[in-house]
């Protein structure tokens, strides 16, 4: 997928790589024909068991709280958060004995049924061919009779997660005003889905990227900054697009009565995460892997935050079951480092089979990188208000993270 510069800092698990210019500045493999494309080629095995049961340990009071109705929608199912909601979803189901089936949003099922073969078998997963800019309850009713799931028609979902989001353009695309509408239409129709579908509880993952660059002298943005993205930078696309969305899912909230909670999406780590792409530590991870000296480009100084993926899970699934309707919630970490600091964690972190590698700095020596973001610094986010009203906390150190991320990617290897 592609990115502003802007934008991938801030885009639901990711930070950018700290890009001189026009390092970013092109649009590759068709994405902006196919938005929701998910352009993994390979496929991935399964999380492992400590991941799983990590997610399931800090999760399974609210399996047991959902009730009867455990039937849940999902779009963005092939993302680096679609992947790990599925996974620890089919995970929890079995170890349970829910009985629950979720329904997954994707362009191309035949895609997703080669990069995750073990997750397409599952019966209580069901693919629906479709895209989220014109999802439609009786197209989605039809393939799932044809899956031997009739009775979704009858008594609908009673949860919607809405992780679908439009691939980003880079600086100069031509086509940021469609994306800006693409990400609109897509929460409208996701709206829409849950109101005529029954569903109670809607969860939409947003991101950091709605308060705009963060002060340098605020070490931790709040939920209740006022700050915003320049309404006049055509850069600002995504953060502008994830902030009319919001909106959208506060007037659903109260005109219908959903109980609608937003999940503002820092930086995170961990399997599935790309590493070819512009993710800062995903890059880094994938010169780890292939035994390539780590590139940082800029001066490394920008300061981040990453989230394992596995406590990721753990919170997206609880503010979509216990999170206040009409309520925002920062998805992140509190423990800030630079990028350069984040580099030689992944370049030294001890792996079994996979050796460390030198730092270089392309950068000259004091010079930002120029990236909107990085320029001022910093995008680290307070998670105080998960920790008050639904005990969410990191638990897995970013060494760890590292460790994990880099154990998993060896393991899925060609020959490993």
């Not at 210019?21 to 196919?34: F, I, T, W, Y």
């Not at 996974?87 to 329904?103: D, I």
């Amino acid at each position: 997928m592609e990115w502003t510069q802007e934008a991938a800092a801030s885009r639901p698990g990711g930070d950018q790589v700290q890009a001189g210019p026009c390092s970013d500045a092109k649009v590759s493999r068709g994405e902006d024909l196919d938005m929701w494309q998910d352009t993994t080629p390979h496929s991935s095995l399964p999380l492992s068991t400590a991941d799983r049961e990590h997610v399931l340990q800090h999760t399974s009071a609210l399996w047991e709280e959902w009730g009867p109705a455990r039937r849940l929608f999902i779009t963005g199912g092939t993302g680096f958060f679609g992947c790990w909601l599925l996974e620890t979803f089919a995970h929890a189901n079995t170890v349970l004995r829910l009985r629950a089936q979720v329904a997954v949003l994707t362009r191309d099922p035949d895609a997703f049924r080669r990069r995750l073969p073990h997750l397409a078998v599952d019966p209580s997963i069901a693919l629906v061919r479709g895209d989220v800019r014109s999802l439609d309850v009786a197209t989605v009713h039809d393939q799932l009779r044809e899956a031997g799931w009739p009775e979704i028609a009858t008594h609908g979902f009673g949860a919607v997660l809405h992780a679908a989001t439009a691939a980003v353009a880079a600086p100069g695309a031509r086509d940021v005003e469609r994306l800006f509408q693409a990400e609109i239409s897509g929460t409208e129709r996701t709206l829409a889905f849950a109101r005529e579908t029954g569903a109670k509880r809607f969860l939409f993952t947003s991101s950091g990227a709605v308060y705009g660059p963060q002060p340098d002298a605020m070490p931790q943005v709040t939920e209740d900054y006022s700050g915003a993205p320049d309404p006049m930078g055509v850069n600002a696309t995504y953060g502008e697009g994830k902030r009319a969305s919001e909106l959208l899912c506060a007037c659903a909230a109260r005109r219908d009565g959903l109980a609608a909670t937003v999940a503002r999406a820092f930086a995170f780590v961990g399997p599935h995460l790309p590493l070819d792409g512009h993710f800062a530590i995903g890059n880094f991870l994938g010169d780890r892997i292939a035994g390539k000296p780590i590139q940082v480009k800029g001066d490394g100084k920008p300061v981040r935050s990453y989230l394992y993926a596995a406590d990721l899970a753990v919170w997206l699934w609880t503010i979509l079951f216990r999170g206040a309707p009409g309520r925002a919630y920062n998805v992140g970490s509190e423990d800030a480092c630079s990028v350069s600091e984040a580099a030689a964690l992944v370049a030294q972190t001890e792996v079994p089979g996979v050796a460390p590698v030198p730092i270089e700095h392309a950068g000259k020596p004091g010079a930002a990188a120029t990236t909107t973001l990085s320029s001022h610094g910093r995008y680290v986010p307070s998670t105080r208000r998960a920790w008050e009203e639904l005990g969410l906390r990191q638990i897995i150190s970013l060494p760890d993270s590292i460790r994990r991320t880099l154990t998993w990617t060896q393991s899925t290897r060609p020959g490993s």
